[in-house]
């Protein structure tokens, strides 16, 4: 018998992350021959294989959206109820449920060690925020969730601590990667390589919350100045990083990129990416630069980390301790990129291709 499943994603239409996620495991689900049906809102993909319903949203802030979304979501279910709802995004109900983001209060918690106690009381009293957070208990908690995929033990630690849930219902499966896609460019990554300086890699926006202050100041505290660091990403406050670089006297060492859409070259050039994250449920980096045969230098705070071992990475037990920073850095640069340990890296996270972990969901949805 063919199943049919109603997928709920708000957006389908940009190009980040989380969309081309939800792309993958939908056009993953129709080739497995189920009838799938899209409710999503604004405009989306006109080569889409499957049925799609999409609504628009007038509504002028974000609370406002995500109310018209979701009482659009419960009409359809209601006049057309299939025995899976998959959702995608915070919502209050749905049978299984993808909880890609992690989860909202423990965020909220986060946020504090960055933006202070005022701001993190502006969070608290704000509308969207407590809407959330309200969605979100809703929905772990709804009797009629059959199975919650979190993609870290770190994220089903923290839904487990908040909320009342039986944790059979929890499955922890891994981001995946394009591991056999990323062979051609991981094979050519010594013809873009400079072995003259070791080249440190921080990919990420919001860079107080990836903890870039607390990396540059670790950088600082290193006796060797055979480095360089390499930034992607944006912030609206790159300004203040730029200076804090140049008050460490680290200006000559450290380049601001700005956002790239083709992370590869960066990826062949560097010997280690970092990601001192405050929080990150998986941080998908940590994979693509695995897969890519980089050492990977993490905090604890991020999900991604539980795939890394000694051989292949060193976990930054507490980011308020610029030490411990500095001896991660100092073990990295022990560590230099050669073919044979790039090799070992990037074979540690085969398993992770994601043809592979796209399956755990479709078996652990249809079973």
Known sequence: MTETITLLKSEFSRLGG????????????????????????????DDLPFEVLSTTLSAKTSLGKWNQFYSF???????????????????????????????????????????GSLKSFRHKINPLHRMLLDTEKKAIEHPELRRLFTNSH??????????????????????????????????????????????????????????????????????TKEWTLTIIGNDKKKKSFISLAKRLGLEQQVRFCGPKKNLTPFFQAADCLVIPSYYDPFANVTIEALSMGLFVISSKNNGGSEVLCPNTGHIIEDLHAIESMKEALEIALSRPKTPNQAKKIRSSVRHLDLSNQLEKYIEQTLC
């Open 18 to 45: 989380a969309e081309n996620y939800a792309r993958t495991l939908a056009n993953a689900f129709h080739k497995k021959g189920c009838n799938l049906r899209l409710l999503t809102s604004g405009p989306y993909p």
């Open 73 to 115: 979501c419960k009409r359809e279910i209601a006049t057309n109820p299939t025995s899976i709802t998959f959702g995608l995004d915070r919502s209050p109900y749905q049978t299984h449920l993808r909880a890609g983001s992690g989860v909202h209060r423990a965020f909220l918690e986060h946020r504090k060690m960055t933006e």
């Open 154 to 223: 770190l994220v089903k630690r923290e839904i487990l601590s908040y909320y009342d849930i039986d944790q059979k219902k929890i499955s922890v499966i891994h981001n995946g990667v394009q591991w056999h896609e990323d062979e051609e460019s991981f094979n050519n990554w010594e013809n873009h390589y400079n072995s003259r300086n070791y080249d440190f890699l921080f990919i990420g926006h919001n860079f107080a919350r990836k903890g870039l202050a607390t990396f540059l100041k670790g950088l600082a505290l290193l006796p």
